[in-house]
C-alpha cells in the first residue's frame, strides 16, 4: 500500500492535550489515524530564518513533521493571504476581502518554503493529500523542484462563483495551480459547478465527461467529495455521556427547559450574530418559550489576530448580553455563551440533551457540527437540526428545517416549529438525516479520495507518464 501524505496548516498534534475546534483537525486526526502516514503542517511557532528541516516524531501510526515558519511570512500566509483574502472570498463576503501584493508574495513564499521541506522527505510513489486554502500553490512549488508523483488537493471551504472569483486579483494565477494537482475535491456539486465554470468561461480550459480538466498542457479532475464524520465513534460518546458527571450537571442545570445549543468557531461566516438575534426574535414573538428554553451557544476564539475576528467577538458580547438583559429572570439565563473548547465526549453530552440544533452559517464548505449533532441523538427521543440552506451539509441534510439566515424572522419561526414538533415527525427526520450521515463517514471519505487519486495519474495522461524519483533541493 502506498504511504499516503497529507499536508495541512493546522495540525492536530497528539502532544497538544486541548480539544481542538475546525473541521479539518478533526477529519484527518481521525482520517490518519486509521491508515497511518506522515503528517507534514506548521509547527505553530515562528522564529527568524526558520530551517527547511522539520521537526519529526512519531506517535502511534502516524509521523509528524512539523515545520517553523518565519514571523513575517506567517502573518502574510496565515492572517494576510489565506484568511484575509481567500476566506472572505470564498465565503461570499466580498465587503471583508483585503488583498495586498505582500501578503501574496508572503502566501507564496511559505509554499515555496513547504516545498523546499517536504521534497527530501517524499518517495515517488507516495500519495500526496494537501487540504485547504492554504496550500493551493504547493504542487505547482513541488512540480518545479522535480515530483513527478501523485498529488490531490481537498478544498475544505465553498468555492465561489466565477463572479465572486473574479473579484481576486490573483485568480488566474491560482487557478493555474490548481492545474498542478491531478485531483482536485470539492464539498459540493455546486462548489464543482462554481470552478468549472470559471475554467471553462474565463481561463480558456475544455472539460471532459468525469469532471476531467485540460488547462494549458495540464489534465486534472476536479469532483465533489462531501466530507463526513466518524458517526461510529459520536454515537458511541453520546450513548457513553448519559448518566455521565457531566450530563447530570447539564440537565441539573436546565431544571426541565429545553436546550437549544450551537457549536461554532467564532467566525463571521457562522452567522452567529443573525442566530443570536433569531433566538432574541423567538423569544420576543412567543413568549410562551421564555423561561422555558435556555440556548447554549459554544464560540471558541479563532483567529485572534484578523482584525474582523476581533469585531465579531465585540458584537456577539453586547448581543448576548442584550438578551439577557432584556429576557434574564432571576432564576433563567436565556443564552449562554462560551468561548472555550470541550472535549469530544463534552461536545457529544450537550448535543445529545439539545432538543434543538442550530447550524445557521451565512456559507459554509459543509459544517460538520450539523453531521455531529444528528449522530449525538437518541432514536427514540431525537431532536431538531435547525439548518442554513447555505451550509454545504444542507445538500444531504434534507430532514432538517432548512433555513435563510439572512431572515431573522424566518429562523425564529423555524426555532418555534422545531420546539413544537411531535415525536413522530422528529424521528421520521432524524432517521433521514441519520442514514446519510451513517451513509458517508470520514472513513468513507477519505477512502474514496484516496481511491480515486491512486487511479488518476494513469487515467490523466499528463507527460511525464511513469513517476521519478524527486530531485532534492
Ligand atoms: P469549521 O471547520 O469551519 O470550524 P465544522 O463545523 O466543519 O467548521 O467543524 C468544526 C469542528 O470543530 C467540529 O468537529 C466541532 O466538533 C469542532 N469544534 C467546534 N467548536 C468546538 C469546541 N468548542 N470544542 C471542541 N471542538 C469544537
Ligand atoms: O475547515 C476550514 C478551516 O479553515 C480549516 O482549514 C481549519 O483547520 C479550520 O477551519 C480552523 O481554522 P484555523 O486553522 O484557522 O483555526
Same mark, same amino acid.
Given at each position: 500500500?502506498?504511504?499516503?501524505?497529507?499536508?495541512?496548516?493546522?495540525?492536530?498534534?497528539?502532544?497538544?492535550?486541548?480539544?481542538?475546534?475546525?473541521?479539518?483537525?478533526?477529519?484527518?486526526r481521525?482520517?490518519? @489515524? #486509521?491508515?497511518?502516514?506522515?503528517?507534514? @503542517?506548521?509547527? %505553530?511557532?515562528?522564529?527568524?530564518?526558520?530551517? $527547511?528541516?522539520?521537526?519529526?516524531?512519531?506517535s502511534?501510526?502516524?509521523t509528524?513533521?512539523?515545520?517553523?515558519?518565519?514571523?513575517?511570512?506567517?502573518?502574510?500566509?496565515?492572517?494576510?493571504?489565506?484568511?484575509?483574502?481567500?476566506?472572505?472570498?470564498?465565503?461570499?463576503?466580498?465587503?471583508?476581502? /483585503?488583498?495586498?501584493?505582500?501578503?501574496?508574495?508572503?502566501?507564496?513564499?511559505?509554499?515555496?518554503?513547504?516545498?523546499? =521541506?517536504?521534497l527530501?522527505?517524499?518517495?515517488?510513489?507516495?500519495?500526496?493529500?494537501?487540504?485547504?486554502?492554504?496550500?493551493?500553490?504547493?504542487?505547482?512549488?513541488l512540480?518545479?523542484?522535480?515530483?513527478?508523483?501523485?498529488i @490531490?488537493?481537498?478544498?475544505?471551504?465553498?468555492?465561489? #462563483?466565477?463572479? *465572486?472569483f473574479?473579484?481576486?486579483?490573483?485568480?488566474?494565477?491560482?487557478?493555474?495551480?490548481? /492545474?498542478?494537482?491531478? +485531483?482536485v475535491?470539492?464539498q459540493?456539486?455546486?462548489?464543482?459547478?462554481?470552478?468549472?465554470?470559471?475554467?471553462? /468561461?474565463?481561463?480558456?480550459?475544455?472539460?471532459?465527461?468525469? %469532471?476531467?480538466?485540460?488547462?494549458?498542457?495540464r489534465?486534472?479532475?476536479? =469532483?465533489?467529495?462531501?466530507?463526513?464524520?466518524?458517526?461510529?465513534?459520536? *454515537?458511541?460518546?453520546?450513548?457513553? /455521556?448519559?448518566?455521565?458527571?457531566?450530563?447530570?450537571?447539564?440537565?441539573?442545570?436546565?431544571?426541565?427547559?429545553?436546550?437549544?445549543?450551537?457549536?461554532?468557531?467564532? $467566525?463571521?461566516?457562522?452567522g452567529?450574530?443573525?442566530?443570536?438575534?433569531?433566538?432574541?426574535?423567538?423569544?420576543?414573538r412567543?413568549?410562551?418559550?421564555?423561561? #422555558?428554553?435556555t440556548?447554549?451557544?459554544?464560540a471558541?476564539?479563532?483567529?485572534?489576530?484578523? =482584525?474582523?475576528?476581533?469585531?465579531?467577538?465585540?458584537?456577539?458580547?453586547?448581543?448576548? @448580553?442584550?438578551?439577557?438583559?432584556?429576557?434574564?429572570?432571576?432564576?433563567?439565563?436565556?443564552?449562554?455563551? +462560551?468561548?472555550?473548547?470541550?472535549?469530544?465526549?463534552?461536545?457529544?453530552?450537550?448535543?445529545?440533551t439539545?432538543?434543538?440544533?442550530?447550524?445557521?452559517?451565512?456559507?459554509?464548505?459543509m459544517?460538520?457540527?450539523?453531521?455531529?449533532?444528528?449522530?449525538?441523538?437518541?432514536?427514540?427521543?431525537?431532536?431538531?437540526? *435547525?439548518?442554513?440552506?447555505?451550509?454545504?451539509?444542507?445538500?444531504?441534510?434534507?430532514?432538517?428545517i432548512?433555513?435563510?439566515?439572512?431572515?431573522?424572522?424566518?429562523?425564529?419561526?423555524?426555532?418555534?416549529?422545531?420546539?413544537?414538533?411531535?415525536?413522530d415527525e422528529r424521528?421520521?427526520?432524524?432517521q433521514?438525516?441519520?442514514?446519510?450521515?451513517?451513509?458517508?463517514?470520514?472513513?468513507d471519505?477519505?477512502?474514496?479520495?484516496?481511491?480515486?487519486?491512486?487511479?488518476?495519474i494513469?487515467?490523466?495522461d499528463?507527460?511525464p507518464?511513469?513517476?521519478?524519483?524527486?530531485?532534492?533541493?
Open positions: 500500500m502506498a504511504r499516503l501524505v497529507v499536508v495541512s496548516n493546522r495540525v492536530a498534534s497528539p502532544k497538544e492535550r486541548a480539544a481542538k475546534a475546525g473541521g479539518l483537525a478533526v477529519a484527518l481521525e482520517a490518519l @489515524g #486509521t491508515r497511518g502516514g506522515l503528517w507534514f @503542517g506548521w509547527s %505553530g511557532e515562528t522564529q527568524p530564518n526558520p530551517s $527547511d528541516t522539520p521537526k519529526v516524531f512519531r502511534g501510526r502516524v509528524y513533521a512539523l515545520l517553523t515558519l518565519d514571523p513575517e511570512d506567517q502573518r502574510a500566509h496565515y492572517a494576510g493571504y489565506a484568511n484575509g483574502t481567500l476566506w472572505p472570498l470564498c465565503h461570499y463576503r466580498l465587503g471583508l476581502l /483585503s488583498f495586498r501584493r505582500a501578503d501574496w508574495e508572503g502566501y507564496r513564499r511559505v509554499n515555496e518554503h513547504f516545498a523546499r =521541506a517536504l527530501p522527505l517524499l518517495q515517488p510513489d507516495d500519495i500526496i493529500w494537501v487540504h485547504d486554502y492554504h496550500f493551493i500553490p504547493l504542487a505547482a512549488e512540480r518545479k523542484r522535480g515530483f513527478e508523483g501523485r @490531490g488537493y481537498f478544498h475544505h471551504i465553498p468555492w465561489p #462563483t466565477p463572479d *465572486v473574479l473579484s481576486l486579483p490573483s485568480h488566474a494565477a491560482l487557478v493555474q495551480d490548481l /492545474s498542478q494537482y491531478d +485531483l475535491g470539492l459540493t456539486e455546486d462548489d464543482v459547478r462554481a470552478l468549472l465554470t470559471y475554467i471553462s /468561461s474565463e481561463a480558456r480550459g475544455w472539460i471532459a465527461p468525469g %469532471g476531467v480538466v485540460g488547462l494549458r498542457e489534465r486534472f479532475r476536479v =469532483a465533489a467529495f462531501p466530507i463526513g464524520i466518524d458517526a461510529t465513534a459520536f *454515537v458511541r460518546d453520546a450513548k457513553a /455521556s448519559v448518566g455521565s458527571d457531566e450530563e447530570r450537571r447539564l440537565h441539573e442545570s436546565l431544571a426541565g427547559r429545553a436546550l437549544a445549543v450551537g457549536v461554532d468557531r467564532l $467566525d463571521y461566516s457562522k452567529l450574530p443573525g442566530k443570536f438575534a433569531a433566538f432574541g426574535e423567538l423569544l420576543s412567543y413568549p410562551q418559550h421564555r423561561s #422555558t428554553v440556548m447554549m451557544q459554544i471558541p476564539v479563532s483567529r485572534g489576530e484578523v =482584525a474582523e475576528y476581533r469585531a465579531l467577538r465585540r458584537e456577539l458580547e453586547e448581543l448576548a @448580553g442584550a438578551i439577557n438583559g432584556e429576557y434574564a429572570e432571576f432564576d433563567w439565563v436565556p443564552l449562554r455563551y +462560551l468561548n472555550r473548547p470541550f472535549q469530544r465526549a463534552t461536545l457529544a453530552a450537550i448535543y445529545r439539545a432538543r434543538l440544533g442550530l447550524v445557521t452559517p451565512l456559507r459554509d464548505g459544517n460538520l457540527v450539523a453531521k455531529e449533532y444528528i449522530a449525538a441523538q437518541n432514536p427514540e427521543d431525537p431532536g431538531v437540526l *435547525v439548518l442554513s440552506r447555505f451550509a454545504g451539509a444542507a445538500d444531504e441534510l434534507t430532514g432538517a432548512l433555513v435563510n439566515p439572512y431572515d431573522i424572522e424566518g429562523m425564529a419561526d423555524a426555532m418555534n416549529a422545531a420546539l413544537l414538533m411531535p415525536l424521528r421520521e427526520r432524524w433521514v438525516n441519520m442514514a446519510k450521515v451513517e451513509g458517508n463517514t470520514i472513513h471519505w477519505c477512502e474514496r479520495f484516496i481511491h480515486e487519486l491512486s487511479g488518476a494513469d487515467h490523466l499528463n507527460p507518464k511513469r513517476a521519478k524519483r524527486p530531485r532534492r533541493g
